[in-house]
């Protein structure tokens, strides 16, 4: 077993249950806050906005440049263990989220709070697999779906928290005051971390790593995401658009045929032979996108089209997050006794039922019934997390333990990461098709418009506003009127895309049965 393997063990043989516990608890709480913070700033989108100036599209790249640095810094996490230890590495990177939490809340411009995300970004990412991995080889080999739904009521509950904290802190502060919400918690962690992790003695000859391909990565990333979320922005068929697509594109395609050759792989390509396991990993991408794009979208519209406060907006998701609390233990219980494609296929169901649902909100849904949706959703990943991470896991012999974590978390994120910026991109475009749909029908000819042209021009005089603005005013507001017509439809539109991404999802659910049946008993 390599030493991270062992570092990881390490405290339940040398203290026992207790020990390995407190490893438990102070690594759940370092993920906690880390993913606490990826799903925060989704109810700030509007006040970023507000205080500096920018549209929506740079606004949610503070967002997006969190997910996307997290998604790269998963892929160092094997690395990290085994050159300086468990609870170096875990220590190292809370104090990078820290340093990235102060540097948001400073922010004098959108520069700087997007470098700061990328600080927070980073840690996240080397955090979340290392306590994955140190949380499942705490338990044995057949108590593994136990060990994943502990983790997955860890990093599912605090996405779901994350936009009602930091509403709260902005009603009652400011934006700025939301980056430092989580700070109590990382302090906690890190000095349990301190005081219980385990750790291994340093050597300055570092183990080898892969440079060439982490940049490659890196540049994937940086370059299709970058394309993606400036593409309606620079327009799509822009040079600068293209170039990036192709060498996103190229760089991925290079990674992907390095990983094949290199002595320390950061992406373990072999692991994708056994069909389970890269079936696992396709829902994996699909319920990382739809979690995050959900908790992206629905505190965003009940914002911008409902009018709710921030508080309000991310209090919506509260009561799905006190479900899952109940729902994912129980369902590691049963991820250790049922097949486990069908728990997976009714969670695809579920989450595919609440987006189409949510697809059909406007102004006059209630909020009662968004929550109810909310809560369909997040039953849906409460099926499915234990079973998912049980499948990845349970694939894998014990020697390749790390990486597998480190892939499971780099799939999620990865699919996390666009589905954030996808759902912003498609929310934007469909708001503005609809918006040219409804001005092409204001014409002459269109008697409701006419006759709301005339009313309001009507009160407008009653008021006391004079001649000469009544007619641009009454348009003013006419042109308000489509717009939020025009964003009702593109968040409906955008929800529908959601749902029928779970059903493509039923495809790698299914296939998942079919290798569980042909699969030889595990060892």
Same mark, same amino acid.
């Given at each position: 077993?390599?030493?991270?393997?062992?570092?990881?063990?390490?405290?339940?043989?040398?203290?026992?249950?207790?020990?390995?516990?407190?490893?438990?608890?102070?690594?759940?709480?370092?993920?906690?806050?880390?993913?606490?913070?990826? $799903?925060?700033?989704?109810?700030?989108?509007?006040?970023?906005?507000?205080?500096?100036?920018?549209?929506?599209?740079?606004?949610?790249?503070?967002?997006?440049?969190?997910?996307?640095?997290?998604?790269?810094?998963?892929?160092?996490?094997?690395?990290?263990?085994?050159?300086?230890?468990?609870?170096?590495?875990?220590?190292?990177?809370?104090?990078?989220?820290?340093?990235?939490?102060?540097?948001?809340?400073?922010?004098?411009?959108?520069?700087?709070?997007?470098?700061?995300?990328?600080?927070?970004?980073?840690?996240?990412?080397?955090?979340?697999?290392?306590?994955?991995?140190?949380?499942?080889?705490?338990?044995?080999?057949?108590?593994?779906?136990?060990?994943?739904?502990?983790?997955?009521?860890?990093? $599912?509950?605090?996405?779901?928290?994350?936009?009602?904290?930091?509403?709260?802190?902005?009603?009652?502060?400011?934006?700025?005051?939301?980056?430092?919400?989580?700070?109590?918690?990382?302090?906690?962690?890190?000095?349990?971390?301190?005081?219980?992790?385990?750790?291994?003695?340093?050597?300055?000859?570092?183990?080898?790593?892969?440079?060439?391909?982490?940049?490659?990565?890196?540049?994937?990333?940086?370059?299709?995401?970058?394309?993606?979320?400036?593409?309606?922005?620079?327009?799509?068929?822009? +040079?600068?658009?293209?170039?990036?697509?192709?060498?996103?594109?190229?760089?991925?395609?290079?990674?992907?045929? $390095?990983?094949?050759?290199?002595?320390?792989?950061?992406?373990?390509?072999?692991?994708?032979?056994?069909?389970?396991?890269?079936?696992?990993?396709?829902?994996?991408?699909?319920?990382?996108?739809?979690?995050?794009?959900?908790?992206?979208? *629905?505190?965003?519209?009940?914002?911008?089209?409902?009018?709710?406060?921030?508080?309000?907006? !991310?209090?919506?998701?509260?009561?799905?997050?006190?479900?899952?609390?109940?729902?994912?233990?129980?369902?590691?219980?049963?991820?250790?006794?049922?097949?486990?494609?069908?728990?997976?296929?009714? !969670?695809?169901?579920?989450?595919?039922?609440?987006?189409?649902?949510?697809?059909?909100?406007?102004?006059?849904?209630?909020?009662?019934?968004?929550?109810?949706?909310?809560?369909?959703?997040?039953?849906?990943?409460?099926?499915?997390?234990?079973?998912?991470?049980?499948?990845?896991?349970?694939?894998?012999?014990?020697?390749?333990?790390?990486?597998?974590?480190?892939?499971?978390?780099? *799939?999620?994120?990865?699919?996390?990461?666009?589905?954030?910026?996808?759902?912003?991109?498609?929310?934007?475009?469909? $708001?503005?098709?609809?918006?040219?749909?409804?001005?092409?029908?204001?014409?002459? +000819?269109?008697?409701?418009?006419?006759?709301?042209?005339?009313?309001?021009?009507?009160?407008?005089?009653?008021?006391?506003?004079?001649?000469?603005?009544?007619?641009?005013?009454?348009?003013?507001?006419?042109?308000?009127?489509?717009?939020?017509?025009?964003?009702?439809?593109?968040?409906? +539109?955008?929800?529908?895309?959601?749902?029928?991404?779970?059903?493509?999802?039923?495809?790698?659910?299914?296939?998942?049965?079919?290798?569980?049946?042909?699969?030889?008993?595990?060892?």
């Amino acid at each position: 077993m390599p030493p991270a393997a062992e570092a990881s063990l390490a405290p339940g043989e040398r203290g026992g249950a207790a020990a390995r516990w407190l490893v438990i608890i102070g690594g759940l709480l370092g993920a906690m806050s880390t993913v606490l913070s990826a $799903t925060m700033v989704n109810v700030a989108v509007p006040s970023v906005m507000g205080a500096f100036g920018v549209g929506q599209d740079l606004a949610q790249f503070a967002a997006t440049a969190f997910l996307a640095t997290m998604v790269a810094s998963q892929l160092l996490n094997t690395w990290a263990v085994r050159a300086f230890g468990l609870r170096t590495s875990f220590c190292v990177a809370l104090a990078i989220f820290v340093a990235g939490s102060l540097v948001c809340a400073g922010a004098p411009n959108i520069e700087t709070l997007i470098f700061g995300r990328i600080l927070q970004g980073f840690s996240a990412g080397l955090v979340q697999p290392l306590v994955f991995a140190a949380v499942v080889a705490a338990f044995p080999p057949e108590r593994r779906g136990m060990a994943v739904g502990i983790y997955g009521m860890a990093v $599912t509950l605090a996405p779901s928290f994350g936009p009602w904290f930091g509403g709260l802190a902005i009603d009652a502060f400011s934006w700025r005051q939301m980056f430092l919400v989580p700070l109590p918690l990382v302090a906690v962690a890190f000095f349990m971390g301190l005081l219980t992790m385990p750790t291994t003695k340093f050597s300055w000859r570092l183990p080898a790593f892969d440079w060439a391909g982490y940049a490659l990565v890196s540049v994937a990333l940086l370059c299709v995401m970058s394309a993606i979320g400036n593409g309606a922005r620079w327009g799509w068929s822009a +040079d600068l658009t293209v170039s990036l697509f192709v060498a996103g594109v190229a760089a991925a395609l290079l990674f992907m045929h $390095t990983q094949r050759r290199a002595a320390n792989p950061l992406l373990d390509v072999s692991l994708f032979a056994d069909l389970r396991f890269t079936s696992a990993m396709f829902i994996a991408f699909a319920f990382g996108a739809g979690n995050f794009a959900t908790n992206y979208a *629905i505190p965003l519209f009940m914002q911008t089209v409902q009018g709710f406060t921030a508080t309000d907006a !991310g209090a919506v998701l509260v009561p799905a997050g006190v479900l899952l609390v109940v729902l994912i233990p129980l369902s590691g219980r049963l991820a250790d006794t049922l097949p486990s494609h069908v728990p997976i296929m009714a !969670g695809c169901v579920l989450f595919a039922l609440a987006a189409y649902l949510l697809s059909d909100a406007d102004v006059n849904t209630a909020f009662w019934k968004l929550a109810v949706f909310a809560v369909i959703s997040r039953v849906a990943l409460g099926l499915v997390m234990p079973n998912m991470g049980k499948v990845a896991m349970s694939t894998v012999p014990a020697d390749k333990l790390h990486q597998a974590a480190g892939t499971y978390n780099f *799939i999620r994120q990865l699919g996390g990461a666009l589905g954030v910026i996808l759902t912003a991109v498609a929310l934007e475009l469909q $708001t503005a098709r609809h918006a040219d749909l409804i001005t092409a029908t204001q014409t002459p +000819d269109n008697a409701q418009s006419m006759e709301l042209l005339a009313r309001l021009g009507e009160l407008l005089h009653r008021s006391g506003v004079p001649e000469a603005v009544l007619r641009p005013g009454a348009l003013h507001y006419l042109g308000q009127v489509i717009y939020a017509q025009a964003r009702t439809l593109g968040f409906q +539109d955008a929800f529908f895309y959601i749902f029928f991404a779970f059903v493509l999802a039923l495809i790698p659910a299914w296939l998942l049965g079919r290798a569980g049946r042909a699969a030889p008993p595990a060892a």
